[in-house]
């Protein structure tokens, strides 16, 4: 079944500690991206990736981390989270940008609570 | 600045009803244009796209979304919701001119009342 992963599906952390949430993907798709839902103010997006190796920031890339290393994978590391951090992510992926192939899947979200 | 703006954040409607939620963006150029959809406990599913041609797009479970370029809208439609529809609507848009990003509206919560 073609899907977009995430791990873990709930979280409660302290500040500072370093955390990592999971995203994979097996659909070989280039474009993998993360986003943060917060009510009243959408999903915003923190930081994407166009392949293996390239990534770049979105809206909202303060106190977050990435990596591509491989295609289907796409971790997103908060190296020492903060309160206003608290929130749902997603993770999506899709085929290309700017072509009609362009739409997104999103993972299941992941929530996040910084104590 | 880019921009995506949903007019209404909640609104509530009777089974039946018509139904239309705004969305205007604040691009120039070439745009491609998307409703998701996030029912409640879910995450967000595609309902419709615009890339280009025929600025009425027929999406899944009986939506539909114009583009109406000079007025920088997408608006959604659907003429008679049900309650099966409650769910979260999110506009977003990918510009050209922004490179690889994807905005996304701050979101209308759609409340069907059988």
């Known amino acids: 079944e073609a899907q977009v992963t995430q791990n873990p599906r709930y979280l409660i952390t302290v500040t500072g500690k370093k955390l990592t949430v999971t995203c994979s993907q097996n659909?070989?798709?280039?474009?993998m991206s993360w986003y943060r839902q917060d009510p009243g103010l959408g999903l915003r997006q923190i930081y994407y990736s166009m392949n293996v190796e390239v990534t770049d920031k979105g809206d909202v890339p303060e106190g977050y981390k990435v990596s591509r290393k491989e295609k289907r994978n796409f971790p997103l590391i908060l190296e020492s989270p903060s309160p206003n951090q608290t929130s749902l992510y997603f993770c999506?992926?899709?085929?290309?940008?700017?072509?009609?192939?362009?739409?997104?899947?999103f993972g299941p979200g992941t929530r996040l609570t910084v104590t | 600045a880019q921009s995506v703006s949903q007019h209404n954040h909640h609104v509530i409607l009777s089974e039946a009803a018509s139904l239309e939620l705004g969305c205007n963006y604040s691009y120039g150029g070439t745009v491609n244009l998307f409703w998701y959809v996030q029912y409640p406990g879910q995450h967000l599913q595609l309902l419709l796209k615009y890339f280009s041609g025929d600025p009425l797009v027929k999406g899944i479970k009986g939506f539909e979304a114009e583009f109406i370029k000079s007025k920088f809208s997408f608006n959604l439609r659907k003429p008679s919701v049900q309650w099966s529809d409650t769910a979260e609507y999110f506009c977003?848009?990918?510009?050209?001119?922004?490179?690889?990003?994807?905005?996304f509206g701050a979101g209308t919560i759609l409340r069907v009342k059988s």
């Open positions: 999506a992926s899709s085929l290309s940008l700017g072509q009609a192939s362009y739409e997104q899947y």
């Open positions: 659909m070989n798709h280039e474009y």
């Open positions: 977003a848009v990918n510009a050209g001119e922004y490179g690889n990003k994807l905005v």
